[in-house]
């Protein structure tokens, strides 16, 4: 892409580079399910829900002119105590999805970006042998169409040809592309922990992820918190839980990609699986987890250059063709973290040990303040613990914590195209008395931001040769007034002379030349 994009093209006298730009247009959708799902007769009745996770499976999207058609499941996993001894069991199942969506996108497939993803789930229970699952799944569509734009930034030289330019800052799309990144891990159990007998409840949840853009790659660096519930073997089975981290440390080839180059990089959890294997004596003491992430490359340069305006000559009758031409300036690429805290109350027996915490990053509000960006929202948290209590061992607890942070934009306005991306980065949880628990978590907000402008350009020219007559009839000096708008570039224009051919007549510098004052102009 970067040899294209330095390409000149001669034609017609003009000197064009070839620019890449990509779509402006971002869709936000949301899509309702809403299903009640039986508990499977083999399965324990149901006393309480600990945890639920949804995932996005078998996702098929199509555009369809003025339509866009979105296909898939979501495949979803329930940890339940039972209600006659208060073990633990699990329900898994998937609920299709298909919608179409009034929104025009690209032609082809890699003319879209298309995320969707579980931004709410609640599974409640109606009865012990049948649950209610609603979710709200939320729908990214970004427009990824690569645009070349011929700017002109010059012309041949010719006898009496004068050009007009102004300069211009273009943030140019160097680099786009798609690639998937696989991580596999596999662990023995400590010695001290029981063989697995089934695997109640697993998930994997990415964590810190950082990206950095190198020379034709980009570095990753980040971590995924692999959690598991386990039922230990033997005729009287009891929970367990491991913990462990994929490490995600790689390269993406990116071509054209520089280390001062900005980046808008979204990813997102392609597929995942926890399996569990035999150890060398035949015992369920191995698990296996595999993590694909899918990424989208976007780097972006940022170039000052002159832009031709207008042109004429003082020889010829020149007729340039002008049109507006569009921009995207780069105004801030911002990544940042941000520390919040807060209590979850834990209502009856003090918690014995906190097995699990999650939660979930929602951005409520976005205000422009000052040219930075002012956010607010919240996380929402699940605690699961254990508890001194035979009847129901495994709990748990729920709530939010608010959080507010102003990204540093420097001159972000109305107007701005503006891609916020946000993630949780850590999160923890710790006792803090007997009904309390503090959570801390770590925020973090990816800002990049464009300014879309519009700037008249030369796009062609036809010279002629000047009438003689009309020539002829000239005077050999005019004495013009100078109006408001006007410009020397128009007088020169006008007379077919030059700017510096005007100030040095009337022994003037541009700057001094005002509305008002009378020009004695020589025409050509």
Not at 200 to 224: F, H, K
Not at 438 to 447: F, N, T
């Amino acid at each position: 892409k970067k040899d294209e994009t330095d390409k000149e093209d001669m034609a017609m006298g003009l000197i064009k580079r070839n620019i890449h730009m990509d779509g402006c247009r971002h869709e936000n959708k949301t899509i309702s399910l809403d299903q009640d799902y039986n508990i499977p007769d083999m399965k324990p009745d149901a006393k309480m829900i600990i945890r639920e996770q949804g995932d996005i499976v078998n996702l098929e999207c199509r555009s369809m002119g003025e339509k866009f058609g979105i296909k898939g499941e979501m495949s979803f996993q329930i940890l339940y105590t039972a209600e006659e001894n208060g073990q633990l069991a699990c329900l898994r199942g998937s609920i299709p999805f298909e919608e179409t969506l009034a929104v025009k996108m690209g032609e082809r497939d890699e003319d879209y970006e298309v995320q969707v993803r579980v931004e709410k789930l609640n599974v409640r229970l109606i009865n012990s042998r049948k649950t209610n699952i609603t979710a709200i799944l939320g729908i990214d569509l970004v427009d990824q169409k690569v645009c070349d734009n011929m700017i002109c930034v010059g012309v041949e030289p010719e006898e009496g040809l004068q050009i007009k330019t102004r300069e211009v800052e273009v943030s140019a799309l160097e680099a786009a592309r798609k690639d998937t990144y696989r991580v596999r891990e596999q662990w023995r159990l400590p010695g001290t922990r029981d063989s697995i007998g089934e695997i109640l409840y697993w998930d994997i949840r990415l964590a810190e992820l950082d990206y950095r853009s190198l020379e034709d790659e980009i570095q990753l660096n980040g971590q995924a918190k692999v959690f598991v519930v386990y039922a230990s073997e033997g005729e009287d089975p009891v929970p367990n839980i491991y913990e462990n981290t994929l490490v995600i440390e790689g390269k993406l080839p990116c071509s054209g990609a520089k280390p001062e180059m900005a980046s808008r990089i979204t990813s997102a959890i392609v597929s995942k699986d926890i399996g569990v294997e035999q150890d060398e004596d035949g015992e369920n003491r191995m698990l296996e987890a595999e993590l694909v992430l899918g990424f989208n490359l976007r780097i972006y340069s940022k170039e000052r250059m002159n832009l031709v305006t207008d042109l004429y000559s003082t020889a010829m009758e020149c007729k340039p063709v002008v049109e507006h031409a569009g921009f995207k300036t780069l105004v801030t690429d911002n990544k940042c973290l941000e520390r919040v805290q807060g209590e979850i109350g834990i209502p009856g027996k003090k918690p014995l040990q906190i097995w699990d915490v999650c939660g979930t990053l929602r951005i409520d509000n976005k205000e422009l303040k000052e040219g930075n960006l002012e956010v607010q929202g919240v996380i929402p948290v699940k605690i699961v613990y254990r508890r001194d209590d035979s009847s129901m061992p495994v709990n748990m607890a729920e709530g939010v914590i608010p959080f507010r942070y102003t990204i540093e934009g420097g001159e972000l306005k109305e107007g701005c195209l503006m891609n916020l991306q946000g993630r949780i980065e850590q999160i923890s949880a710790s006792l803090a008395g007997d009904e309390k628990v503090l959570v801390k978590a770590v925020v973090g907000l990816e800002l990049i931001a464009f300014w879309p402008s519009t700037e008249p350009m030369v796009v062609d020219y036809e010279c002629v040769p000047r009438d003689s007559e009309s020539m002829n009839s000239q005077p050999g000096m005019v004495g013009y007034v100078m109006q408001p708008g006007d410009t020397l570039w128009d007088v020169a224009k006008e007379y077919h002379t030059t700017v510096d051919q005007v100030l040095e007549i009337n022994k003037m510098n541009e700057e001094e030349v005002v509305s008002g004052d009378m020009l004695l102009v020589v025409p050509r």
